[in-house]
Nanobody
Framework: QVQLVESGGGLVQAGGSLRLSCAAS????????MGWFRQAPGKDREFVAT????????YYADSVKGRFTISRDNAKNTVYLQMNSLKPEDTAIYYC?????????????????WGQGTQVTVSS
């Protein structure tokens, strides 16, 4: 069964840090690109960051650039999102996704595999 499983969400104070993990299984992902998206209550889902599995090239949304870092561990088939200097506006459900095109794409419709999401809440 092909699946993405996120973990690592939680409650943190503003200025704090969290690391999200996304474990991928069920097929080779070498030619894929992985992305993180988030959706806050009452808002559309928005792009956060993406990374190519093979080369590790990355691309970030302006709102998280310099604070968040996306990385991957090929041996563990896991993608991470290190989130530092968190702000209340970062509060959302964070989703991991995979696109078989393999490119650094910020559009969620390009992603054909999604995890179940993990809640991140940042208190002020």
């Amino acid at each position: 069964q092909v699946q993405l499983v996120e973990s690592g969400g939680g409650l943190v104070q503003a200025g704090g840090s969290l690391r999200l993990s996304c474990a991928a299984s069920g097929r080779p992902f070498d030619n894929y690109a992985m992305g993180w998206f988030r959706q806050a209550p009452g808002k559309d889902r928005e792009f956060v960051a993406t990374i190519t599995w093979r080369r590790g090239n990355t691309y970030y949304a302006d709102s998280v650039k310099g604070r968040f870092t996306i990385s991957r561990d090929n041996a563990k088939n896991t993608v991470y999102l290190q989130m530092n200097s968190l702000k209340p506006e970062d509060t959302a459900i964070y989703y991991c996704a995979a696109n078989s095109v393999g490119g650094l794409i910020a559009t969620d419709s390009a992603y054909n595999l999604w995890g179940q999401g993990t809640q991140v809440t940042v208190s002020s």
